[in-house]
């Protein structure tokens, strides 16, 4: 017997852990086994916000994110609305964006259609902002939110687009469903997008998803509300395609919260389905757990071509009985509204 060969349990103890590191290179090799991910930038305060690559599934800078969406006919910023931190980052890639494309165009979730006159005259030094505000009626953070890129445009003098559908009319359809179109006016009809129900592959299953867990509805209050909801998506994409018409060569900036752009869905879908050839970019917001050690999952990076990772805001609501009284009043404003 070779006094130098190794016992039998040895070479087996041995062998086991061979095979085992084989599997482990493997999987690691096919994608099975977790990869250790690149430590992302901490966010220091509610303002502030990491750029994500979906694709290279790594940091940029924001000046590199501009410098990629050079080329884009349509950017996408998807907001949380209220949340600083999108703002923020909108306005910066705004003026970023403008420094490479002077032809650029704002377009807007948080102004709809039949306010575009009062957005006009307000670009227009005839109105002041306390009356666009007030008589537009604004959104209530209008002027933390949304008033240094409005500025902004006013200053370079670029077009602003009210792209969205009439709150009024989009409430009454989720309440009477697609019939409610043919109640309206000529200028109401004018107001919504000429094929305001048009399917978006895919956006159906994600939107009954999420309602009902948001909301508990029957199927019958699913479908009025989905066809609600399409009705702005249809809308702002037409819009965004109206403006690429009268102003040829420009770059379009959307805004809107970020279920309609997420995933190329919503809005996107909608646009992609009315000219296929334009080259558009979704930018899409991810609310992080730990702002010092920032960490996202694998299906995040579905939501865009990029992503930008901000810390949540306080909870607006502890106390449940405090939470019911708040939305018990929206709820009655809304409910007070008088459709046809």
Request: glycine share 4%; with cysteine; proline share 5%.
């Amino acid at each position: 017997m070779n006094k130098n060969a190794l016992p039998l349990h040895r070479l087996l103890h041995y062998s086991l852990a061979l095979l085992a590191m084989f599997a482990l290179v493997n999987l690691h090799g096919c994608g099975l086994y977790p990869q250790k991910t690149e430590t992302l930038p901490a966010l220091h305060t509610l303002y502030d916000s990491v750029v994500l690559d979906s694709q290279s599934q790594t940091p940029i800078s924001l000046q590199d994110l501009a410098k990629r969406l050079k080329d884009r006919d349509v950017v996408f910023i998807g907001e949380f609305h209220g949340n600083h931190a999108s703002h923020l980052l909108q306005a910066q890639l705004q003026a970023l964006l403008f420094k490479q494309r002077p032809l650029q165009i704002l377009s807007m979730e948080q102004f709809e259609r039949h306010q575009q006159t009062l957005v006009f005259r307000y670009l227009d030094d005839e109105i002041g902002e306390a009356y666009l505000v007030k008589e537009a009626p604004a959104w209530d953070n209008y002027t933390a939110s949304y008033r240094p890129m409005v500025e902004f445009a006013k200053q370079h003098f670029l077009p602003v687009v009210a792209a969205n559908a009439p709150t009024d009319i989009v409430r009454c359809i989720g309440r009477q469903g697609q019939d409610y179109v043919g109640k309206l006016t000529e200028d109401e009809r004018n107001w919504i997008a000429q094929t305001p129900f048009a399917d978006i592959p895919g956006y159906l299953e994600k939107y009954q998803s999420w309602i009902q867990e948001a909301r508990h509805l029957t199927d019958d209050q699913a479908q009025k509300s989905y066809q609600a909801q399409i009705v702005r998506d249809n809308t702002m994409a037409e819009s965004i395609l109206r403006a690429l018409r009268d102003h040829p060569k420009h770059q379009v900036i959307h805004l809107n919260g970020a279920f309609h752009s997420a995933a190329h869905l919503g809005t996107v879908g909608a646009l992609k389905a009315l000219n296929p050839n334009l080259k558009i970019s979704v930018i899409s917001p991810i609310t992080i757990d730990n702002p010092l050690k920032p960490t996202v999952q694998s299906e995040d990076f579905e939501q865009g071509d990029y992503l930008y990772l901000q810390q949540a805001q306080p909870e607006q609501y502890r106390n449940a009985a405090y939470r019911q009284k708040a939305f018990s009043k929206l709820f009655k404003n809304a409910d007070s509204k008088v459709c046809r």
